[in-house]
T-cell receptor, first 116, second 111 residues
Framework: GAVVSQHPSWVICKSGTSVKIECRSL??????MFWYRQFPKQSLMLMAT?????????EQGVEKDKFLINHASLTLSTLTVTSAHPEDSSFYIC????????????FGQGTRLTVV | QKEVEQNSGPLSVPEGAIASLNCTYS??????FFWYRQYSGKSPELIMS????GDKEDGRFTAQLNKASQYVSLLIRDSQPSDSATYLC???????????FGSGTRLSIRP
């Protein structure tokens, strides 16, 4: 399957600071990438769809000014959590579609964010 | 109504037996369906994708799709302790622009 690399795998930051998470497609090009958040024992919640060369599409209830998404190339999308607060602590996962009909989602390793 | 429904479990199955995981969905426009496995603290891993009615087999895994009943299932034969994980059922939305996940079924294989 396609390989998606996410970095960092975990990060601890102070409340009020910003954190950038990178998502790279290593062996394919991705015009679209998806960012999810997952709280313990809950399912994946889609936050936004990242579109190469254009603005991201955010899901209802997700603050676009807080979760900045940039998709500057066909292999890299970044999510920046701005002015992080403890309630932003979660597992953030990116994915990129590939495979048959470009519908299969391949996930990065995820980033465990802890805001203290 | 949830868009993808799964029993949260936990589902406990003895080693060597068949584990059966079920999922229903509400959007008849969905064309693509998936099963993902997620170990605790890790990201999901694609196990099976299925696009047409019927069965699709891959090793110990068999996915079954019935679009008329809006039902998709995953069978795991000869269950192993390493199969213990949360299994996420997913489908594309009508426009195939994004994937919608169920809340997952926690499977435990007991030795």
């Amino acid at each position: 399957g396609a390989v998606v690399s996410q970095h960092p795998s975990w990060v601890i930051c102070k409340s009020g600071t910003s954190v950038k998470i990178e998502c790279r497609s290593l062996d394919f090009q991705a015009t679209t990438m998806f960012w999810y958040r997952q709280f313990p024992k809950q399912s994946l919640m889609l936050m936004a769809t990242s579109n190469e060369g254009s603005k991201a599409t955010y899901e209802q209830g997700v603050e676009k000014d807080k979760f900045l998404i940039n998709h500057a190339s066909l292999t890299l999308s970044t999510l920046t959590v701005t002015s992080a607060h403890p309630e932003d602590s979660s597992f953030y996962i990116c994915s990129a579609p590939s495979g048959q009909w470009n519908t299969e989602a391949f996930f990065g390793q995820g980033t465990r964010l802890t805001v203290v | 109504q949830k868009e993808v429904e799964q029993n949260s479990g936990p589902l406990s199955v003895p080693e060597g037996a068949i584990a059966s995981l079920n999922c229903t969905y509400s959007d008849r426009g969905s064309q693509s369906f998936f099963w993902y496995r997620q170990y605790s603290g890790k990201s999901p891993e694609l196990i099976m994708s299925i696009y047409s009615n019927g069965d699709k087999e891959d090793g110990r895994f068999t996915a079954q799709l019935n679009k008329a009943s809006q039902y998709v299932s995953l069978l795991i034969r000869d269950s192993q302790p390493s199969d213990s994980a949360t299994y996420l059922c997913a489908r594309t939305d009508s426009s195939a622009s994004k994937i919608i996940f169920g809340s997952g079924t926690r499977l435990s294989i007991r030795p």
